[in-house]
């Protein structure tokens, strides 16, 4: 029902910067959060970092605290994440997702977008 695009990504060198965009299409989170995941080569999708769309509160997950800001643009419905300081071990399939409320989990995807860091 709800369709989120995203933009962004590539191929950087280590200590570098990228700025990777979703837009949701087709309905809002404002009732709950919004979150990036990433998906290296032959391991599981972990948690990124995240936003409660009513006050923007945010999560970000230890290894990329101080590096990545998440931040919104209501007008838009859109959400980004401007990643700094970038490390090879960054190197990911990068998804966002959305939660319609913040009980629920996310249910809504994004198509993913590589980034990839050189060392």
């Known amino acids: 029902q709800v369709e989120l695009v995203q933009s962004g990504g590539g191929l950087v060198q280590a200590g570098g910067s990228l700025r990777l965009s979703c837009t949701a299409r087709g309905g809002t989170f404002s009732d709950g959060n919004m979150g990036w995941f990433r998906q290296a080569p032959g391991k599981e999708r972990v948690f990124v970092a995240s936003?409660?769309?009513?006050?923007?509160?945010?999560d970000y997950a230890e290894s990329v605290k101080g590096r990545f800001t998440l931040s919104k643009d209501n007008a838009k419905n859109a959400m980004y994440l401007q990643m700094s300081g970038l490390k090879p071990e960054d190197t990911a399939v990068y998804y966002c997702?959305?939660?319609?409320?913040?009980?629920?989990?996310?249910?809504?995807w994004g198509q993913g977008v590589q980034v990839t860091v050189s060392a």
């Open positions: 936003i409660r769309w009513s006050d923007s509160r945010t």
């Open positions: 997702a959305g939660a319609l409320a913040l009980t629920t989990p996310y249910r809504y």
